[in-house]
Protein backbone atom coordinates (compact mmCIF):
# COMPACT_ATOMS: atom_id res chain seq x y z
CA UNK A 1 0.00 0.00 0.00
CA UNK A 2 1.12 3.63 -1.04
CA UNK A 3 -0.06 5.85 1.74
CA UNK A 4 0.06 9.39 1.55
CA UNK A 5 -0.72 12.13 4.05
CA UNK A 6 -2.77 14.89 3.73
CA UNK A 7 -5.25 17.11 4.82
CA UNK A 8 -9.08 17.06 4.17
CA UNK A 9 -12.66 18.37 5.24
CA UNK A 10 -14.89 15.29 5.84
CA UNK A 11 -18.17 17.85 6.02
CA UNK A 12 -19.30 20.81 3.72
CA UNK A 13 -17.23 23.84 5.29
CA UNK A 14 -15.96 21.75 8.16
CA UNK A 15 -12.43 22.18 9.32
CA UNK A 16 -9.16 20.18 7.49
CA UNK A 17 -8.07 17.72 9.26
CA UNK A 18 -5.14 14.98 9.24
CA UNK A 19 -5.82 12.06 6.65
CA UNK A 20 -3.99 9.33 5.36
CA UNK A 21 -4.73 7.37 2.11
CA UNK A 22 -3.76 4.77 -0.56
CA UNK A 23 -2.36 5.90 -3.56
CA UNK A 24 -2.33 2.54 -5.41
CA UNK A 25 0.16 2.01 -8.02
CA UNK A 26 1.57 4.80 -9.94
CA UNK A 27 0.19 5.08 -13.63
CA UNK A 28 2.45 4.39 -16.52
CA UNK A 29 2.34 7.82 -17.85
CA UNK A 30 1.97 9.58 -14.45
CA UNK A 31 4.61 11.28 -11.79
CA UNK A 32 4.86 11.12 -8.57
CA UNK A 33 5.63 14.71 -6.65
CA UNK A 34 6.74 15.20 -3.30
CA UNK A 35 4.65 18.74 -2.40
CA UNK A 36 6.83 21.45 -1.53
CA UNK A 37 4.19 24.17 -1.75
CA UNK A 38 0.63 24.56 -2.56
CA UNK A 39 -1.48 27.49 -3.10
CA UNK A 40 -5.25 28.00 -1.51
CA UNK A 41 -7.36 29.40 -4.13
CA UNK A 42 -11.01 30.61 -3.83
CA UNK A 43 -12.02 27.24 -5.67
CA UNK A 44 -10.52 25.05 -2.92
CA UNK A 45 -12.60 26.75 -0.22
CA UNK A 46 -15.76 26.38 -2.86
CA UNK A 47 -15.00 22.45 -2.85
CA UNK A 48 -14.39 22.50 0.93
CA UNK A 49 -18.05 24.09 1.31
CA UNK A 50 -19.73 22.11 -1.58
CA UNK A 51 -20.63 25.78 -3.10
CA UNK A 52 -20.86 24.52 -7.02
CA UNK A 53 -22.10 21.11 -6.32
CA UNK A 54 -22.63 18.52 -3.82
CA UNK A 55 -18.84 17.29 -2.99
CA UNK A 56 -18.09 13.66 -2.41
CA UNK A 57 -16.25 13.60 1.12
CA UNK A 58 -13.40 13.98 2.01
CA UNK A 59 -12.21 16.04 0.40
CA UNK A 60 -8.35 17.09 0.15
CA UNK A 61 -7.81 20.06 -1.61
CA UNK A 62 -4.97 21.81 -3.58
CA UNK A 63 -4.49 22.53 -7.09
CA UNK A 64 -1.71 24.80 -6.88
CA UNK A 65 1.26 22.82 -6.15
CA UNK A 66 4.79 23.01 -6.89
CA UNK A 67 7.24 20.36 -5.97
CA UNK A 68 9.69 17.48 -7.36
CA UNK A 69 9.41 14.37 -9.37
CA UNK A 70 10.35 11.71 -7.12
CA UNK A 71 8.61 8.79 -9.04
CA UNK A 72 8.21 8.29 -12.72
CA UNK A 73 5.45 6.02 -14.39
CA UNK A 74 7.62 3.89 -16.94
CA UNK A 75 6.02 5.33 -19.85
CA UNK A 76 6.37 9.70 -18.24
CA UNK A 77 8.12 11.35 -21.50
CA UNK A 78 10.18 14.48 -21.23
CA UNK A 79 10.59 14.39 -17.37
CA UNK A 80 13.41 13.26 -14.62
CA UNK A 81 13.61 12.71 -10.96
CA UNK A 82 14.37 15.63 -9.23
CA UNK A 83 12.40 17.75 -11.70
CA UNK A 84 10.92 20.92 -10.11
CA UNK A 85 6.99 20.84 -11.70
CA UNK A 86 4.28 22.59 -10.88
CA UNK A 87 0.56 21.01 -11.19
CA UNK A 88 -2.57 23.54 -11.61
CA UNK A 89 -6.73 22.58 -11.67
CA UNK A 90 -6.32 19.48 -14.01
CA UNK A 91 -3.78 16.65 -13.66
CA UNK A 92 -4.80 14.62 -16.67
CA UNK A 93 -6.81 14.21 -19.85
CA UNK A 94 -7.60 11.48 -22.55
CA UNK A 95 -4.39 12.33 -24.69
CA UNK A 96 -6.25 11.27 -28.22
CA UNK A 97 -9.50 13.23 -28.60
CA UNK A 98 -9.67 16.06 -31.23
CA UNK A 99 -8.71 18.53 -28.45
CA UNK A 100 -6.29 17.09 -26.70
CA UNK A 101 -4.47 16.43 -30.26
CA UNK A 102 -4.67 20.00 -30.72
CA UNK A 103 -3.57 21.15 -27.77
CA UNK A 104 -6.62 22.10 -26.17
CA UNK A 105 -6.18 19.50 -23.51
CA UNK A 106 -8.23 21.69 -20.88
CA UNK A 107 -11.26 21.20 -23.05
CA UNK A 108 -10.98 17.37 -23.38
CA UNK A 109 -14.42 15.29 -22.70
CA UNK A 110 -12.28 13.73 -19.70
CA UNK A 111 -10.01 15.95 -18.60
CA UNK A 112 -9.71 15.62 -14.82
CA UNK A 113 -9.52 17.98 -12.55
CA UNK A 114 -7.06 17.63 -9.86
CA UNK A 115 -8.76 17.87 -6.61
CA UNK A 116 -12.46 16.75 -8.21
CA UNK A 117 -13.03 12.46 -8.00
CA UNK A 118 -9.53 12.15 -6.94
CA UNK A 119 -7.59 13.78 -3.49
CA UNK A 120 -5.54 17.15 -4.18
CA UNK A 121 -2.30 19.39 -2.98
CA UNK A 122 -2.75 19.78 0.19
CA UNK A 123 -0.94 16.54 0.75
CA UNK A 124 2.77 15.23 1.04
CA UNK A 125 3.01 14.03 -2.46
CA UNK A 126 0.61 14.16 -5.31
CA UNK A 127 0.38 12.46 -9.34
CA UNK A 128 -0.20 13.82 -12.43
CA UNK A 129 0.20 12.86 -16.07
CA UNK A 130 3.49 13.87 -17.17
CA UNK A 131 2.17 16.06 -19.84
CA UNK A 132 0.40 18.23 -16.92
CA UNK A 133 3.16 18.46 -14.69
CA UNK A 134 4.25 21.46 -16.06
CA UNK A 135 8.24 22.67 -15.13
CA UNK A 136 8.93 25.57 -13.21
CA UNK A 137 12.08 27.53 -14.13
CA UNK A 138 14.87 27.85 -12.35
CA UNK A 139 14.48 31.69 -11.88
CA UNK A 140 11.14 32.00 -10.10
CA UNK A 141 10.60 31.04 -6.54
CA UNK A 142 8.79 28.02 -6.07
CA UNK A 143 7.87 29.34 -2.97
CA UNK A 144 5.65 32.23 -4.82
CA UNK A 145 5.31 30.24 -7.96
CA UNK A 146 2.06 28.29 -7.20
CA UNK A 147 -0.57 29.80 -7.61
CA UNK A 148 0.59 30.72 -11.07
CA UNK A 149 -0.16 27.39 -12.15
CA UNK A 150 -4.04 28.27 -11.83
CA UNK A 151 -4.72 31.75 -11.26
CA UNK A 152 -1.87 32.96 -13.02
CA UNK A 153 -2.73 30.61 -16.07
CA UNK A 154 -6.47 31.50 -15.86
CA UNK A 155 -6.15 35.61 -16.61
CA UNK A 156 -2.69 34.53 -18.66
CA UNK A 157 -4.99 32.43 -21.12
CA UNK A 158 -7.04 35.07 -22.54
CA UNK A 159 -4.00 37.55 -24.01
CA UNK A 160 -3.41 34.70 -25.66
CA UNK A 161 -6.51 33.47 -27.53
CA UNK A 162 -7.41 37.48 -28.34
CA UNK A 163 -4.05 37.70 -29.53
CA UNK A 164 -3.89 41.18 -27.31
CA UNK A 165 -1.57 43.76 -29.11
CA UNK A 166 0.95 45.40 -26.90
CA UNK A 167 -0.65 48.91 -28.12
CA UNK A 168 -4.13 47.49 -26.56
CA UNK A 169 -5.66 49.74 -23.89
CA UNK A 170 -7.17 46.73 -21.18
CA UNK A 171 -8.73 47.03 -18.34
CA UNK A 172 -8.74 44.18 -15.34
CA UNK A 173 -12.20 44.78 -13.45
CA UNK A 174 -10.87 42.88 -9.62
CA UNK A 175 -7.63 43.77 -7.83
CA UNK A 176 -7.59 40.32 -6.07
CA UNK A 177 -5.83 37.22 -6.33
CA UNK A 178 -6.36 36.82 -10.35
CA UNK A 179 -6.50 40.34 -10.49
CA UNK A 180 -3.69 41.97 -9.07
CA UNK A 181 -1.76 39.13 -11.43
CA UNK A 182 -3.60 40.26 -14.38
CA UNK A 183 -2.39 43.78 -13.98
CA UNK A 184 1.29 42.60 -13.69
CA UNK A 185 0.73 40.36 -16.91
CA UNK A 186 -0.80 43.36 -18.75
CA UNK A 187 1.93 46.29 -17.96
CA UNK A 188 4.28 43.66 -18.81
CA UNK A 189 2.75 42.74 -22.58
CA UNK A 190 3.06 46.55 -22.98
CA UNK A 191 -0.77 47.46 -22.81
CA UNK A 192 -1.80 50.62 -21.00
CA UNK A 193 -3.64 49.37 -17.67
CA UNK A 194 -6.73 50.51 -16.62
CA UNK A 195 -7.56 48.79 -12.95
CA UNK A 196 -11.77 48.96 -12.25
CA UNK A 197 -11.80 48.03 -8.00
CA UNK A 198 -15.06 48.66 -5.64
CA UNK A 199 -11.98 49.45 -2.68
CA UNK A 200 -10.89 53.15 -2.99
CA UNK A 201 -8.27 51.64 -1.11
CA UNK A 202 -7.04 49.27 -3.44
CA UNK A 203 -6.43 52.27 -6.33
CA UNK A 204 -2.58 52.42 -4.93
CA UNK A 205 -1.88 49.10 -4.59
CA UNK A 206 -3.23 48.70 -8.14
CA UNK A 207 -0.87 51.49 -9.32
CA UNK A 208 2.03 49.94 -7.88
CA UNK A 209 1.11 46.61 -9.25
CA UNK A 210 1.41 48.23 -12.41
CA UNK A 211 -1.86 50.35 -13.78
CA UNK A 212 -1.63 53.32 -15.44
CA UNK A 213 -5.26 54.45 -14.04
CA UNK A 214 -7.68 53.19 -11.84
CA UNK A 215 -11.63 53.58 -11.96
CA UNK A 216 -14.57 52.62 -9.92
CA UNK A 217 -16.37 49.62 -10.47
CA UNK A 218 -19.18 51.48 -8.78
CA UNK A 219 -19.12 54.77 -8.94
CA UNK A 220 -21.97 55.43 -12.16
CA UNK A 221 -20.15 58.27 -12.66
CA UNK A 222 -16.35 57.45 -13.54
CA UNK A 223 -18.04 54.43 -15.37
CA UNK A 224 -19.68 56.86 -17.68
CA UNK A 225 -16.26 58.98 -18.11
CA UNK A 226 -14.57 55.77 -18.68
CA UNK A 227 -16.70 54.79 -21.93
CA UNK A 228 -15.23 53.96 -25.24
CA UNK A 229 -11.70 53.86 -24.16
CA UNK A 230 -10.89 50.16 -23.91
CA UNK A 231 -10.21 47.31 -26.07
CA UNK A 232 -10.19 44.60 -23.79
CA UNK A 233 -11.62 44.00 -20.18
CA UNK A 234 -10.46 41.26 -18.33
CA UNK A 235 -13.47 40.41 -15.40
CA UNK A 236 -11.59 38.51 -12.60
CA UNK A 237 -14.18 38.58 -9.78
CA UNK A 238 -17.81 36.22 -9.02
CA UNK A 239 -19.84 39.03 -8.50
CA UNK A 240 -22.91 40.63 -9.57
CA UNK A 241 -21.70 43.74 -11.53
CA UNK A 242 -23.45 46.68 -13.41
CA UNK A 243 -22.64 44.81 -16.88
CA UNK A 244 -24.19 46.99 -19.44
CA UNK A 245 -21.76 49.86 -17.69
CA UNK A 246 -18.93 47.91 -18.01
CA UNK A 247 -19.84 46.55 -21.64
CA UNK A 248 -20.20 50.68 -22.09
CA UNK A 249 -16.09 51.16 -21.55
CA UNK A 250 -15.15 49.34 -24.65
CA UNK A 251 -14.33 50.32 -27.72
CA UNK A 252 -15.80 49.79 -30.91
CA UNK A 253 -15.03 45.78 -31.56
CA UNK A 254 -13.95 45.66 -27.77
CA UNK A 255 -14.16 42.45 -25.89
CA UNK A 256 -15.49 41.29 -22.14
CA UNK A 257 -14.16 38.46 -21.28
CA UNK A 258 -14.45 36.70 -18.22
CA UNK A 259 -12.79 34.18 -15.89
CA UNK A 260 -14.23 34.80 -12.55
CA UNK A 261 -16.86 32.79 -11.55
CA UNK A 262 -20.17 34.61 -11.87
CA UNK A 263 -23.10 32.37 -10.16
CA UNK A 264 -25.85 34.24 -10.58
CA UNK A 265 -27.59 35.61 -13.39
CA UNK A 266 -26.14 38.19 -15.85
CA UNK A 267 -28.71 41.02 -16.49
CA UNK A 268 -27.43 42.87 -19.70
CA UNK A 269 -28.57 44.45 -22.79
CA UNK A 270 -27.47 43.14 -26.06
CA UNK A 271 -27.85 46.22 -27.49
CA UNK A 272 -24.57 47.90 -26.51
CA UNK A 273 -23.05 44.30 -27.73
CA UNK A 274 -24.88 44.77 -31.04
CA UNK A 275 -24.46 48.40 -31.97
CA UNK A 276 -20.39 48.63 -31.57
CA UNK A 277 -19.53 44.42 -32.94
CA UNK A 278 -18.68 44.22 -29.13
CA UNK A 279 -17.71 40.78 -27.71
CA UNK A 280 -18.58 38.88 -24.97
CA UNK A 281 -16.44 35.67 -24.06
CA UNK A 282 -15.34 33.74 -21.26
CA UNK A 283 -12.59 30.85 -20.29
CA UNK A 284 -11.30 28.75 -18.18
CA UNK A 285 -7.85 27.53 -16.62
CA UNK A 286 -5.32 26.80 -19.92
CA UNK A 287 -3.62 23.74 -21.63
CA UNK A 288 -0.29 22.98 -20.70
CA UNK A 289 1.58 24.25 -23.20
CA UNK A 290 0.01 27.88 -22.25
CA UNK A 291 1.10 27.50 -19.08
CA UNK A 292 4.41 26.55 -19.79
CA UNK A 293 4.42 30.03 -21.82
CA UNK A 294 2.92 31.83 -18.81
CA UNK A 295 5.26 30.30 -17.02
CA UNK A 296 8.34 31.52 -19.17
CA UNK A 297 6.75 34.87 -19.36
CA UNK A 298 6.74 34.87 -16.05
CA UNK A 299 10.28 34.13 -15.45
CA UNK A 300 11.78 36.82 -18.27
CA UNK A 301 9.78 39.64 -16.45
CA UNK A 302 9.43 38.30 -12.60
CA UNK A 303 6.15 38.11 -12.04
CA UNK A 304 5.17 36.64 -9.58
CA UNK A 305 2.03 36.50 -7.19
CA UNK A 306 2.04 38.24 -4.24
CA UNK A 307 1.95 35.86 -1.07
CA UNK A 308 1.37 35.05 2.44
CA UNK A 309 2.68 31.86 3.29
CA UNK A 310 1.69 29.44 6.11
CA UNK A 311 2.93 26.09 6.98
CA UNK A 312 1.04 23.20 5.77
CA UNK A 313 -0.13 21.91 9.70
CA UNK A 314 -1.65 25.43 9.93
CA UNK A 315 -3.75 25.03 7.04
CA UNK A 316 -7.12 25.75 9.01
CA UNK A 317 -5.44 29.09 9.66
CA UNK A 318 -4.69 29.73 6.45
CA UNK A 319 -8.18 29.13 4.81
CA UNK A 320 -9.68 31.18 7.68
CA UNK A 321 -7.43 34.54 6.60
CA UNK A 322 -8.41 34.00 3.14
CA UNK A 323 -12.02 33.23 3.99
CA UNK A 324 -12.03 36.92 6.03
CA UNK A 325 -10.46 38.93 2.73
CA UNK A 326 -7.59 39.81 4.40
CA UNK A 327 -4.98 38.31 1.89
CA UNK A 328 -2.75 40.08 -0.05
CA UNK A 329 -3.15 38.52 -2.66
CA UNK A 330 -2.70 34.52 -2.76
CA UNK A 331 -2.13 32.66 0.53
CA UNK A 332 0.48 29.35 0.33
CA UNK A 333 1.08 26.74 1.96
CA UNK A 334 4.70 25.33 2.83
CA UNK A 335 4.72 21.43 3.11
CA UNK A 336 5.87 20.71 6.69
CA UNK A 337 4.80 16.29 6.91
Given amino acids: MTHFRAYAAHTAGGPLQAFEFDAGPLGDEDVEITVEHCGICHSDLAMIDSEWFPASYPVVPGH????????????????????????????????????????????????????????????DRLRAHWSWAVPIPDALDPAAAGPLMCGGGTVFLPFVLHAIQPTD?????????????AVKFARAWGCEVTAFTS?????????????????SSVDKAELKAAAGSLDFLLITVGAALNWDA???????????HLVGVVTEAMALKSGGLLSWQKGLSASP????????????????HQILPQVERFPMSRVN?????????????????????
Avoid at 169 to 181: E, K, Y
Fill in 199 to 215: SASKRDEALALGAHKTV
Fill in 246 to 256: LIATLAPKGRM
Fill in 169 to 181: RVGVVGIGGLGHM
Fill in 64 to 123: EVVGRITALGPRAKGRQLGQRVGVGWHSSSCTHCNFCLGGEQHLCGKRQPTLIGRHGGFA
Fill in 317 to 337: DAIDHLRSGKARYRVVLDADF
Fill in 285 to 300: TPPPSVLATMLEFSAR
